[in-house]
């Protein structure tokens, strides 16, 4: 008898505790959520779980809000497993989910996919990436919710040190003075078959002998280098002045994204000296560059550099972005349609660039290669061998979408 009376105490001082709440932070942050759905920041949003009898009691506020911005929510007691929100509904708990449009139905398709699936790991990334998007997130806050929810890993978690290009030549000596006394680049390191020159900051070129390499020497370049200077008019004066060759001459147009040059070396790879402007594509790019500071060359305060874009060409760019953005972890700084711009490291960037529209195209084969230093080489190197499905992958290095080979150290 005394437990029935104890019993029902607790569930009239439960009522009362519903009754008093006054939701205010549940309801600013539905009103926040209901906004940005309606503005189309966020394809579908969720409201804070509650319990039912909450619930009940939110729901005149609720259709306020969605009534006030033009938007739908229905009530979900069965949120799916995901790797993004693993425990999103405790028992005995729901969730408002506001849509606009057909977003309601992209969700109920992706909840059926979930039901369905094997519930391999594979599956679950797909899965919770795609909740991700539904959500309105960005590929970096997507990959750090799974990273604290499964062994998925990026690159940035084995801490990237910078970038640097690899470049192979018949005359290595020739290409070695070519950017060593007409660029004024700095000699870091010299060996019997290779020169590694400092851009700026973390950003490097190594020139390697053709002749020790795994390389012909008949594969096309395939790739670009941009050499980012505030220093256009000097730079331009003075490769016309060394008879260097201009294969796109300087052309302005200051109400544009940027502007520049491009140059050719000794054997042919591609130089680009470039200058980017305050433009909507740009938004992200300038402050990055901006915390910069011009790294002077041995031509003098007039020939800087602040960082480097490394150019390459991908017949189909969706992978491409795919395998950047979601296996590397790297963020987008700036995106010019057929031309994606991402930020390696304090100074160096690596863009990706539809082959049928840059000033180089796709191919198979290519004469160039790329090395990223690692803080934890060996670590990223487990990651991959504990994850890789591709048993011809070599050690230490693997091709990307567009075959490029990338090393890691």
């Known amino acids: 008898m005394k437990t029935d009376v104890w019993f029902l105490f607790l569930l009239g001082f439960l009522s009362v505790a519903c009754q008093s709440k006054t939701f205010e932070k549940e309801s600013g942050q539905v009103e926040s959520f209901a906004e940005m759905v309606a503005a189309g920041v966020k394809p579908i949003a969720l409201g804070s779980p509650m319990r039912s009898a ?192 201009v294969k796109y001459p300087l052309k302005r147009n200051h109400s544009g994204p940027h502007d520049g040059f491009v140059a050719v070396d000794p054997e042919g790879y591609l130089l680009e000296f470039e200058t980017f402007y305050q433009h909507p594509e740009n938004e992200g790019l300038i402050p990055e560059l901006e915390k910069l500071s011009p790294q002077e060359t041995s031509l003098g305060a007039d020939f800087s550099f602040v960082g480097s874009i490394t150019w390459l060409y991908y017949k189909d760019m969706l992978p491409a972005q795919q395998f950047m953005e979601e296996n590397l972890g790297l963020r987008l700084s700036a995106d010019q349609g057929w031309a994606k711009i991402y930020r390696l490291s304090s100074n160096s960037y690596i863009a990706l660039v539809d082959g049928l529209r840059g000033m180089n195209s796709f191919s198979e084969e290519k004469l160039a290669d790329l090395k990223i230093s690692l803080q934890d080489p060996e670590g990223w190197e487990e990651y991959l061998q504990s994850t890789s499905r591709d048993s011809s992958r070599k050690s230490g290095s693997f091709k990307d979408s567009g075959l490029y080979t990338i090393y890691f150290k």
């Open 54 to 245: 909450e619930l009940d009691l939110f729901m005149p506020e609720a259709e306020r809000l969605a009534q006030k911005y033009q938007v739908e929510f229905i009530r979900e007691s069965d949120f799916p497993k995901n790797l993004l929100f693993p425990n999103a509904l405790q028992e005995g708990e729901e969730v408002l989910i506001f849509y606009a449009g057909d977003e309601l139905a992209a969700y109920q398709s992706l909840k059926s996919s979930i039901e369905n699936s094997d519930g391999s790991l594979a599956s679950q990334l797909k899965n919770s990436r795609r909740l991700g998007r539904l959500l309105g997130y960005p590929v970096w806050k997507i990959n750090e919710l799974i990273e604290q929810n499964s062994p998925f890993r990026d690159l940035e978690d084995f801490g990237i040190l910078g970038q640097e290009l690899n470049w192979y030549y018949q005359d290595l000596a020739r290409a070695k003075a070519f950017y060593s006394q007409k660029i004024g680049l700095k000699l870091l390191v010299e060996t019997e078959s290779s020169a590694t020159f400092e851009i700026a900051g973390d950003s490097r070129l190594v020139l390697y002998d053709l002749s020790k390499s795994p390389y012909e020497g008949s594969e096309p370049k395939s790739v670009a280098l941009a050499l980012l200077t505030t220093n256009l008019d000097s730079w331009y004066a003075h490769l016309q002045a060394e008879n260097i060759p």
